[in-house]
């Protein structure tokens, strides 16, 4: 049996520990989250302007296995569906700027990448990573998915949207 005093001690303890904001998720059908993010190689990009187009949004960070197991996968996809209008934005999870552009070099990314401070990650729902976002073309989520995605199911999800 736990004595009282320790149960006691406990909740004060966890009285002490300051609220967590809770992390938005996105489901099937929501909005997706607005945005404008600095890009690592200049510039900034916004949600709204890839509006119309159908977007995957890879969440992912260089210390990240599992980011660096489907990024070379991730940039074969967007080569294949491009030229049917998918826009892929990778978003650099609190990392800086040289460390965001030497992971999309080593895997030769030529879609955008964004660096955020954790603020998009909040908004998306990134309390892992890697985080997969694919956005129809009326900007509404199609599927939400935190962990590696194999590249047969990163092609499923997007044929969702195309």
């Known amino acids: 049996m736990v004595p009282v005093a320790r149960i006691v001690a406990f909740a004060a303890a966890l009285a002490a520990v300051p609220a967590v904001p809770a992390l938005a998720v996105p489901h099937a059908g929501d909005t997706a989250p607005a945005f404008t993010l600095p890009k690592a190689n200049g510039g900034a990009l916004s949600l709204s302007q ?73 908004d998306y729902g990134a309390i892992g990573l890697p985080i997969h976002i694919f956005i129809d073309r009326r900007g509404k989520v199609s599927t939400y998915r935190l962990g590696e995605m194999a590249p047969d199911e990163i092609e499923e999800a997007i044929q969702k949207i195309l």
Do not use: H
Request: a positive charge.
């Open 50 to 122: 890839l509006r119309g187009r159908p977007a995957y949004l890879n969440f992912f960070a260089s210390w990240c296995a599992p980011c660096n197991a489907e990024a070379a996968s991730v940039g074969e996809i967007y080569k294949k569906y491009r030229k049917r209008g998918l826009s892929v934005v990778g978003v650099n999870e609190q990392e800086n700027r040289a460390k965001a552009l030497g992971f999309a070099t080593k895997y030769r990314w030529t879609f955008p990448v964004v660096l955020d401070d954790g603020n998009m990650g909040k």
